[in-house]
């Protein structure tokens, strides 16, 4: 493998959170007064940090969304995750795989670091992902340690020069069309997963899959 690093995306590549937290987002916003289905959340807010979504809603209405919002958000989506979340399927075997490799890896999250704890301590990724509080940290990055989140390329190359590899060796797993743009701008591989966004809308991925376990051979197969 050519790649020195593999940076995964968090939500709907490692946990199965975007049909929670879309859902939740979409039905929140209904109910403050901003019409949002399911599908328009998705289009326009998945893979993004929570700021666009006050960005978006001042853009198109010009209307402020309540100092609260956030909190109560994330308190709604945590209590989902508690109930309800699941890894991707075959995502732990690839981390796995990986780490039995001797390939390092590490995630870069539009979620906050709260978020990301949440979701992996339910699931167990907090084994193969150690966070700052438990003695690790330095391959958990998310949109709150840089200044600008995905589409910009920020976050990446944050990650990369955190992990001390250089973008080029650099491969992101990405699943939302803000993600692909953002390592495409970081100048890094990007390998897009299609279970729930199409190829078409991911445009200028180095290559796609819809199943976690088809990742492993991708890479493999990405050689120099």
Not at 85 to 96: D, K, R
Request: hydrophobic share 40%; charged share 25%.
């Amino acid at each position: 493998m050519r790649y020195e690093l593999v940076i995964f995306d968090n939500d709907g590549v490692l946990v199965d959170s975007e049909r929670l937290s879309n859902t939740i987002l979409a039905g929140y916003l209904t109910e403050l007064g901003h019409p949002t289905s399911y599908e328009d959340s998705l289009r326009d807010f998945m893979g993004a940090a929570v700021h666009r979504v006050h960005d978006l809603v001042r853009e198109r209405t010009g209307q402020r969304l309540p100092a609260e919002f956030d909190e109560e958000l994330h308190a709604r989506v945590f209590a989902a995750f508690e109930r309800e979340l699941t890894p991707v399927e075959g995502a732990v075997e690839v981390i796995e795989k990986l780490a039995a490799d001797a390939v390092p890896y590490c995630l870069a999250s539009s979620g906050s670091h709260e978020r990301i704890r949440v979701g992996h301590r339910k699931t167990g990724l907090d084994r193969l992902f150690p966070h700052r509080e438990n003695g690790g940290g330095n391959v958990v990055f998310s949109a709150q340690d840089v200044d600008r989140g995905k589409p910009a390329p920020d976050l990446f190359l944050h990650a990369a020069a955190r992990m001390g590899v250089a973008p080029e060796r650099c491969a992101v797993v990405e699943d939302s069309p803000l993600g692909v743009r953002a390592a495409l701008a970081a100048g890094m591989d990007v390998y897009a997963f299609t279970a729930m966004t199409p190829a078409g809308k991911l445009p200028g991925a180095t290559g796609y899959f819809a199943r976690m376990s088809e990742l492993p051979g991708l890479l493999g197969r990405s050689v120099a």
